[in-house]
């Protein structure tokens, strides 16, 4: 086996020396051994007085593999490790041998017992070495010893081995949000355990002298550092600590509707990926209305549940989105990322296809075309006229096929026909290798951004400003008119809610925001017949 030893150097230097010695002097030669040290030393002459010792152990055998590392300054135990236990050097190395500089190995054939086959376990501790803690207390108390790994909750240690393989997945030792020492290694243990992957505690001979020469650097502030490590490790693992369930469970509700829905999942992949060690689930209307399909195989989410069930299952957390961006006046998605306390920024939403969600296509790629997401919404409609009269002409003038989805009852001539035809995860298959997808704004449009497709929408009851997520893809469709986005803007001005939206909200083909006419949407038209040609010659192989 390839093994590497990473020592922070930061107390006297006879010390640091002793302890290289302990580990060299009680090798197996078996291995292929690396000793790595960081040199925090305090001072300068501190660090050459140490580079000179390891000259002299080189001398007396040329074997010996070090490797000295120095940063100009103390940076502290976790970043000299995931610096030592991360770097090129190592790579191709089994095991990485965590230790202080303040220890003296006494066990013979050390290698072989904290370093096991590569399937072994990923992290091994010494019984004698590591400090095994049980949860006590939930505030201020956070554990006291027990002398059984058993039924330990986590422990903190000055020396243990961790196969590469964990810091492979991790892509480092500890977690870089600890500052400079302290509950790094108890992190590590419980992402262990998260991850159900195994410590090993094993008898094993040393002698750890505690010199604690880290305080010797008065311009780090070790108590403040300690604090504020602890302020981390509380607030990443306090659900675990009233009932020792290392998963935070993490509900988020938005109920309907399927593009509302669907838009949540760029927000809670930001919200998984700063919080990796909860379970997070999403409340929907998934039973009537199926409008959680799309967030099916996601890795960031855990599980969709209905909307009915949220009361069956005990969460420590719940974020409510509805109404998130219906009392709001930014993009959807921004207010989506307010409510979940993320960075607010516009997170395209994504969807993960599984072999299931493929159909038969036709013979040859189509335009998707729909003329009313939401049924019943005058401003989700576009007119069954204009539609036609669009279709006739591209087919005509471009040479263009149509494929019609969606639920409307309004069927569009010359369109192949696959209304109700598939589920939403297949139609969104099918807009994935389509040419582009016009529509009005609602579920299909978002899904075509989202497989980045050419998207033409017409805007009605909302407005582009607030919905779109895929710019270069997106051409608009709206009209000037006063009442344009009145869904969106009812709010704020109540007037326009009273006088539009009440008015002509359930008028299909009566609305003045969807009275659309060929000519005055003719350059609009022309930009998204554009992008349509960059995607054929895209889809031939023709750039």
């Known amino acids: 086996m390839k093994i590497a030893v990473g020592v922070a150097c930061y107390n006297d230097v006879s010390l640091s020396i002793s302890c290289l010695e302990s580990f060299i002097n009680r090798e197996s030669g078996k291995n292929e051994v690396q000793y790595r040290c960081v040199l925090n030393f305090p001072k300068?002459?501190?660090?050459?007085?140490?580079?000179?010792?390891?000259?002299?152990?080189?001398?007396?055998?040329?074997?010996?593999?070090?490797?000295?590392?120095?940063?100009?300054?103390?940076?502290?135990?976790?970043?000299?490790?995931?610096?030592?236990?991360?770097?090129?050097?190592?790579?191709?190395?089994?095991?990485?041998?965590?230790?202080?500089?303040?220890?003296?190995?006494?066990?013979?054939?050390?290698?072989?017992?904290?370093?096991?086959?590569?399937?072994g376990p990923a992290m091994i501790a010494p019984k004698a070495g590591a400090s095994f803690f049980t949860v006590v207390d939930n505030v201020?108390?956070?554990?006291?010893?027990?002398?059984?790994?058993?039924?330990?909750?986590?422990f903190s240690g000055c020396l243990f081995s961790v196969n590469k393989y964990l810091i492979n997945f991790y892509g480092h030792l500890f977690d870089p949000e600890y500052d400079f020492a302290y509950f790094e290694d108890a992190d590590l243990?419980?992402?262990?355990?998260?991850?159900?992957?195994?410590?090993?505690?094993?008898?094993?001979?040393?002698?750890h002298i505690e010199v604690h020469g880290g305080y010797k650097d008065k311009t780090i502030d070790i108590p403040g550092k300690w604090v504020k490590n602890q302020g981390t490790f509380l607030r990443r693992w306090k659900h675990y600590f009233p009932l020792r369930n290392l998963h935070k469970r993490v509900l988020v509700v938005r109920t309907a509707a399927l593009g509302d829905v669907f838009l949540t999942t760029g927000p809670l992949?930001?919200?998984?990926?700063?919080?990796?060690?909860?379970?997070?689930?999403v409340a929907t209307s998934k039973i009537r209305h199926n409008f959680g399909a799309l967030l099916e195989n996601n890795p960031y989410i855990d599980g969709v549940i209905d909307i009915e069930e949220r009361t069956l299952m005990k969460f420590d957390?719940?974020?409510?989105?509805?109404?998130?961006?219906?009392?709001?006046?930014?993009?959807?998605?921004?207010?989506?990322?307010?409510?979940?306390?993320?960075?607010?920024?516009?997170?395209?939403?994504?969807?993960?296809?599984?072999?299931?969600?493929?159909?038969?296509?036709?013979?040859?790629?189509?335009?998707?075309?729909?003329?009313?997401?939401?049924?019943?919404w005058g401003g989700k409609n576009v007119?069954?006229?204009f539609m036609q009269e669009f279709v006739d002409f591209v087919k005509k003038t471009y040479g263009y096929e149509f494929v019609q989805i969606g639920k409307s009852t309004r069927e569009i001539k010359g369109a192949i026909d696959y209304r109700n035809k598939y589920s939403i995860r297949e139609t969104a298959f099918l807009l994935a290798t389509s040419l582009g997808y016009i529509g009005p704004e609602g579920g299909l449009s978002h899904i075509a951004q989202s497989v980045n497709i050419p998207t033409g929408i017409f805007f009605g009851h909302s407005v582009p400003e607030h919905r779109v997520t895929n710019k270069e893809k997106v051409v608009v469709f709206k009209r000037n008119v006063t009442c344009l986005g009145c869904h969106?803007?009812?709010?704020?001005?109540p007037g326009v809610h009273e006088k539009y939206y009440n008015q002509c909200l359930r008028q299909m083909d009566k609305d003045l925001c969807m009275r659309f006419t060929m000519e005055e949407l003719k350059p609009a038209l022309v930009k998204f017949l554009k992008k349509v040609s960059k995607r054929e010659k895209e889809m031939h192989g023709g750039g």
């Open 189 to 207: 243990s419980l992402r262990v355990r998260f991850h159900e992957l195994t410590v090993e505690a094993v008898d094993f001979a040393f002698k």
């Open 44 to 119: 300068e002459e501190d660090a050459e007085a140490f580079r000179q010792k390891i000259k002299t152990l080189q001398n007396e055998d040329s074997t010996r593999n070090f490797n000295l590392i120095s940063f100009g300054e103390n940076v502290g135990f976790v970043k000299a490790h995931n610096f030592m236990s991360s770097s090129d050097e190592v790579a191709e190395y089994d095991w990485y041998v965590c230790a202080n500089d303040d220890l003296i190995v006494e066990e013979e054939n050390w290698d072989e017992k904290l370093c096991k086959e590569i399937d």
């Open 383 to 385: 007119p069954l006229e």
């Open 269 to 281: 992949k930001a919200f998984k990926l700063k919080n990796p060690y909860c379970k997070l689930y």
């Open 488 to 493: 969106d803007w009812m709010p704020t001005f």
């Open 317 to 376: 957390e719940i974020y409510e989105l509805n109404d998130a961006y219906e009392v709001g006046k930014n993009h959807i998605v921004e207010d989506y990322c307010v409510a979940l306390k993320v960075p607010k920024k516009k997170y395209p939403p994504e969807i993960y296809f599984v072999e299931g969600d493929k159909i038969d296509l036709p013979e040859k790629p189509c335009i998707a075309i729909d003329v009313s997401t939401t049924p019943g």
């Open 140 to 154: 201020g108390i956070i554990g006291h010893l027990t002398e059984e790994l058993e039924k330990a909750d986590y």
